[in-house]
Nanobody
Framework: QVQLVESGGGLVQTGASLRLSCAAS????????MGWFRQAPGKEREFVAA????????YYGGTVKGRFTISRDNAKNTVYLQMNSLKPEDTAVYYC????????????????WGPGTQVTVSS
């Protein structure tokens, strides 16, 4: 029903900025809460940010708060993750996900996932 594909990842140096995009397709895509998760080598997948269907409610993981900003444009069926002041510890595969409820969004409750995009931050 909903298909997601991420883009915008790449190799950057410490302190640089990147904007990730997640393009969604499907009639009901704009009614889902959207989130970003990331998984570094040898680590568990962790929550990064989430935004509700209307765009007025956002949440951030503690390690990225103040540096990353999530937003969405429902007219374009796209969610964004603006990443500033990137650090080597931000290196990971970043995944876009969709959940019917932002309040219950977890790794196990998301209904749809994108294939991921690699972000590498060198020191």
């Amino acid at each position: 029903q909903v298909q997601l594909v991420e883009s915008g990842g790449g190799l950057v140096q410490t302190g640089a900025s990147l904007r990730l995009s997640c393009a969604a397709s499907g009639r009901a895509a704009s009614r889902y809460a959207m989130g970003w998760f990331r998984q570094a080598p040898g680590k568990e997948r962790e929550f990064v940010a989430a935004i509700n269907w209307g765009g007025g409610v956002t949440y951030y993981g503690g390690t990225v708060k103040g540096r990353f900003t999530i937003s969405r444009d429902n007219a374009k069926n796209t969610v964004y993750l603006q990443m500033n002041s990137l650090k080597p510890e931000d290196t990971a595969v970043y995944y876009c996900a969709a959940d019917q409820r932002i309040a219950t969004m977890t790794l196990n409750t998301c209904d749809y996932w994108g294939p991921g995009t690699q972000v590498t931050v060198s020191s």
